[in-house]
């Protein structure tokens, strides 16, 4: 991957980490965010599918976002 890649990938994954740590309802839990080529990869567990689904609209609104694959588990 080219350099540029990389850095687009790494500020991606602060973004989205950011967003949903601002989130109220997400951010008490331990969410990974993964990026690469601009695709989003959710990690870990949360609560509920409404919380699963919030963090994957938060992940697709972040700029430069292509797909998100939302692999969180509901527990």
Known sequence: SSTGEVVDDSVITTKVKTDLAADEFLKSFQISVETRKGVVELSGF??????????????????????????????
Not at 50 to 74: E, P, T
């Open 46 to 75: 949360v609560d509920s599918q409404k919380a699963k689904d919030k963090a994957g609209q938060i992940a697709r609104g972040v700029g430069g976002v292509k797909s998100v694959k939302n692999a969180l588990i509901v527990k």
